[in-house]
């Protein structure tokens, strides 16, 4: 038995170094239709590297022939099926600049954009890629309107702007939570006007009061009138905007400190 899987593991090393030393001679050789032929077999195999390898070495020889267009859209693919995808959409966008009217055009714009739609990371980090994921889906609809993408396209940006909605919030959270009051002003009123049907509209309206309120209490007396005013408006906008917030029964007690400190000032 041993000698079995012994007698398997060197026949196994033999074919590899067969498979490497032909993979070898094919790469130095002058053969490029033959190379051609052997990197469509290894894309079909998916063993991008060895494609890769081939498409790089026949790229000058059939860069104005009808080939030189393959090439050029097979090698956004490998590195894009690497999971390489900064590289994937450098060469997608190559591609399209090259050849715009290809057949294949459309479908390389849309993964240009795939690619950062991937690496767009998690809320805590840089979001550049995010705001080029939106950017290139954008110019991927103005480009193909009547792409049946188009769809799928407009709720990947709806995906990556609420991503951006969730980031710009939680720093408004992050002032709040630390009681910088004016920051927290600030940066609400600026998400509010930025994002004025934001799911968070009603959540804000009462961390406002509450804001408001505690900047009021920690402020010199010349500013707590009008800061305690400030509070009670945001109060009445969450009970216009919201009537059925649980959020208002809870602020009451508050409300209620509020409105003594105010007729104080009659």
Not at 227 to 244: G, H, I, M
Request: proline share 3%; charged share 30%.
């Amino acid at each position: 038995m041993l000698k079995n899987r012994f007698f398997l593991l060197i026949m196994m090393c033999l074919l590899g170094c067969v498979s490497c030393s032909k993979y070898s001679k094919l790469l130095k050789g002058t053969d490029n239709e033959a190379k051609y032929k052997a990197a469509l077999d290894y894309y079909e195999q998916k063993n991008y590297d060895r494609a890769l390898q081939l498409f790089d070495v026949m790229q000058s020889y059939y860069r104005t022939k009808p080939e030189g267009e393959t090439i050029a859209y097979l090698t956004a693919e490998c590195y894009f099926h690497k999971e390489d995808y900064s590289i994937a959409s450098s060469y997608y966008k190559r591609f399209v600049s090259k050849y715009p009217f290809s057949k294949n055009a459309e479908d390389a714009l849309y993964k240009s954009a795939t690619c950062y739609y991937i690496m767009s990371p998690k809320i805590t980090l840089d979001q550049s890629d995010t705001y080029t994921a939106i950017s290139e889906y954008q110019n991927f609809i103005d480009v193909y309107p009547q792409s049946p993408k188009v769809a799928e396209a407009n709720g990947r940006i709806d995906t990556l702007r609420m991503k951006l909605e969730d980031k710009e919030y939680d720093i408004c959270q992050l002032y709040f939570k630390m009681e910088e009051y004016q920051a927290a002003i600030t940066t609400y009123e600026a998400f509010l006007r930025e994002h004025p049907n934001t799911k968070y509209r009603e959540e804000i309206l009462n961390n406002m009061v509450i804001n408001y309120y505690r900047y009021a209490e920690n402020s010199v007396k010349a500013k707590q009138r009008e800061r305690y005013e400030s509070a009670l408006e945001k109060y009445n906008t969450l009970c216009y905007v919201f009537p059925e917030s649980e959020y208002i029964a809870k602020l009451e007690p508050t409300v209620k400190k509020i409105r003594e400190k105010l007729e104080k000032y009659k």
